[in-house]
Nanobody
Framework: QVQLVESGGGLVQAGGSLRLSCAAS????????MGWFRQVPGKERQFVTG????????SYADSVKGRFTISRDNDKNTVYLQMDSLKPEDTAVYYC????????????????????WGQGTQVTVSS
């Protein structure tokens, strides 16, 4: 059974930082590109960032470029999201997701490309 478990969310003031983690089990982690998405009530789930199987490719939404950094540790089956210079508009539930990829450098930006999802972790940024 595949499980993706996010942690590290919470309440932070604008300008602060948080580091999210997503621990994966039940899958061959190194065969999956990983992504982070976020969602606020009443809106569609939005791509934040993704990283390829080999970690050689990454992609970021324009709204988080230069502030967020994705990384992964294939030995620990974990993907991370370092979020710096947080803004109130970053407030959302953050989800990690796994996307099986044949090639080591590919990654997706659309939620329908991802096979497995975590339960989400709330991030709230106060002004």
């Amino acid at each position: 059974q595949v499980q993706l478990v996010e942690s590290g969310g919470g309440l932070v003031q604008a300008g602060g930082s948080l580091r999210l983690s997503c621990a994966a089990s039940g899958l061959t982690f190194s065969r999956y590109a990983m992504g982070w998405f976020r969602q606020v009530p009443g809106k569609e789930r939005q791509f934040v960032t993704g990283i390829s199987r080999s970690a050689t490719s990454t992609s970021y939404a324009d709204s988080v470029k230069g502030r967020f950094t994705i990384s992964r540790d294939n030995d620990k089956n974990t993907v991370y999201l370092q979020m710096d210079s947080l803004k109130p508009e970053d407030t959302a539930v953050y989800y990690c997701a796994a996307d099986w990829r044949l090639t080591p450098d590919g990654l997706g930006r659309h939620s329908n490309e991802y096979n497995y999802w975590g339960q989400g972790t709330q991030v709230t940024v106060s002004s």
